[in-house]
């Protein structure tokens, strides 16, 4: 059937209005299967041309290949500083998988630069509501899905913005404590302490894992984190200093897995030691 639909498209080309009825039907039929009729639709340049369409296509991604909801992310990217919804929408709407997927690549950066560069403009209100619309769609998910929760919350840190930090934070002991995956967790929380206030770092290094896997990256970020908080020590209360050790016997499972010659990464260790 897909093939005699394509062998039509290709003598009577479709209407612009007609693309996304087309794309309902093609995946009808193309599911569990070879998708030439999907093909050819995002092959078409009008398809994903404005922001409504490209909406609507986001909000099939629980039906579409990878290859096609990568097209639609670029699309996104392109799209949402000048209109969230975009994104915001099928972030709603899509199932749980298809959110994960839409919230990484090219979608997971324009989220981190909007912020930045709204912050840049000196509009930390537009920046500030953002951050919340994000949390926003995803909070009100019906699946209430945590996984979404901590992709959103993951895209805020990385932005490194003070409206992002300020809005992961804000919703750390909804998202972090439900978590079941400790690398995720680590992850937060290692990005978290690169950018927050003395004031906060106890706060974070409470949800910290006694025993993440192996991962070189995370050791990385562990090293940092120590060296910035290091940096900053002399100019906090004596409150702040009196619970960094704490801090810091916390962060040694991380510590552990940078690489096997860092000095910094024995000397903390050592100093520390294990809680296990």
Request: glycine share 6%.
């Amino acid at each position: 059937m897909s093939d005699g639909i394509t062998s039509f498209l290709q003598e009577q080309p479709l209407k612009e209005e007609h693309l996304l009825g087309a794309l309902v039907v093609a995946r009808m039929v193309e599911a569990g299967q070879e998708a030439p009729l999907t093909d050819a639709l995002f092959a078409d340049e009008r398809l994903l041309a404005d922001v409504s369409r490209t909406q609507r296509v986001a909000l099939m991604a629980g039906g579409l290949e990878d290859r096609h909801i990568e097209l639609v992310k670029e699309q996104i990217g392109l799209f949402f500083p000048l209109d969230p919804d975009v994104l915001l929408e099928p972030l709603l709407e899509v199932g749980e998988e298809a959110a994960l997927k839409l919230l990484k690549g090219p979608v997971l950066t324009v989220i981190t630069n909007r912020l930045k560069a709204l912050e840049a403009e000196g509009d930390s209100v537009a920046a500030a509501a953002l951050a919340e619309q994000l949390v926003e769609a995803a909070a009100s998910r019906t699946d209430r899905s945590i996984e979404v929760r901590a992709a959103v919350q993951w895209a805020l840190l990385n932005s490194v913005s003070a409206a992002g930090y300020a809005t992961a934070q804000s919703g750390a002991d909804d998202v972090l404590p439900t978590l079941a995956n400790p690398r995720i967790i680590n992850s937060h929380v290692l990005v978290a302490l690169q950018q927050a206030p003395s004031e906060h770092w106890s706060t974070w290094g409470k949800y910290l894992s006694d025993e993440p896997k192996p991962w070189d990256v995370q050791g990385k970020r562990a090293i940092r984190t120590v060296a910035l908080i290091v940096e900053q020590l002399p100019g906090t209360s004596a409150e702040t200093q009196g619970e960094v050790p704490g801090l810091f016997a916390a962060l040694v499972p991380c510590i552990r897995m940078a690489p096997a010659g860092d000095f910094v990464a024995a000397a903390c260790a050592t100093t520390f030691g294990s809680r296990a």
